[in-house]
């Protein structure tokens, strides 16, 4: 039978179940516990899956006779730009490959318009007044501080089940200022949600009172399944230009949770012309990309196929890990009434609402039993949750027995964090 909702319980019951919370908890603590759950990093299984790349490349050259060892090519290696044009659904022609972070093209982009401005910019952003961006929340905490360190003012909406909600932005580019937004289209950090091709066609449709309006749709988990219900991810760029605005979107990818996180490809992908773009401003920053590691990728991958092969082996690892996750909130939470989650079915996240005003003091008590969690509030811009309520949780890092170890410790702290506050015991 399921346990009765925490609100139901009389306050002599409550008292109980805070003293059995306590107890839990000092168990908890007794354990000694040094487990991490706060960032996305594949584990050193995922990383051994690609260890081949380190006696790749085969040769120097790239089919078409290119010396990858020297400098030059800055739009990237063309056998490798062609398997990702077909995976991402672009042309060769619209895709770079540049370095290891797609986090530093997006940061590249976002100076580059603040500088000199877009392809079909009036004036150079840092030249406005204001420029305010649109952050679906809860979402990507870097995404966040790379605009809060330029001054760009967030204004958060709700980031629903099909991606951003569409009537609160739609009123917001209604405002010249609003320049932007951000995207994780497939399997969202941390919520998992995936845009749909309505809310994508509406976003990719939109008047925006900005000509220069940018949709930084950053594709970073792409291909990432967890289960055999493979997303597909919405082609915006056939979607933007059909509707008249091919520079509206900015399209990221890397390969950063394909092979290793700190030597993998990154990818822009947008219209021809915010490519020669980039590309004209780039030629000011690098005489071209490490085509040694995009060869590697080549023969390490051979098609786009293979890609998608090697992304089920780490689905194998991952999706037990996240069975996990959830098996031990249900276990321990079904019935309370005290917390909501996300169970992704892609990506690297699980997103976590507790009782509103109680999220800070979850986090708390985790890193108090040796269980270190995101920071609270740290899916919002400057890190802010008005409501104390969201978590996200990373449980790729740890092995699968930590895993379980860590969430059923989670698990007490949400409960005890709870009680306190429903017994007005907080603290
Ligand atoms: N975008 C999102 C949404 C991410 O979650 C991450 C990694 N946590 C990145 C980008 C970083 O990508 P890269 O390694 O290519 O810089």
Redesign the pocket.
Known sequence: TAAAPLSSLSPAELETFLETQRTAYADLQAHGLKLDLT??KPSVEQLDLSNELLELPKGHKDSGGVDVRNYGGLSGLTELREMFANLLWVETEQVIAGG???????HDCLVQLFLHGGPDSPRPWSKEETVKFICPVPG?D??FTMLGNYGIEMIPVPMNEDGPDIAAVRELVTDPAVKGIWI?PTY??PSGAVCSQEVATELASMETAAPDFRIFW?N??AFHHLTEDEAKSVDIITLASGSGHPNRPLM??????ITF?GA?V?FLAASKANVDWYLANQQFASIGPDKVNQLRHVQFFGSADGVREHMRKHRDILAPKFAAVDAALESALAGREVATWSKPSGG?FVNLDVLDGTASRVVELAKGAGIALTPAGASFPHGNDPRDRNIRLAPSFPVLAEVETAMAGVATCVLLAAAEKLSGAQG
């Open positions: 960032r996305g290891n972070s797609s986090l530093t093209m997006m990507y870097r995404h994780v969202a950090n950053d970073a988990y990221f990818a890397s390969t950063s949770k996180a993998g990154a690297y």
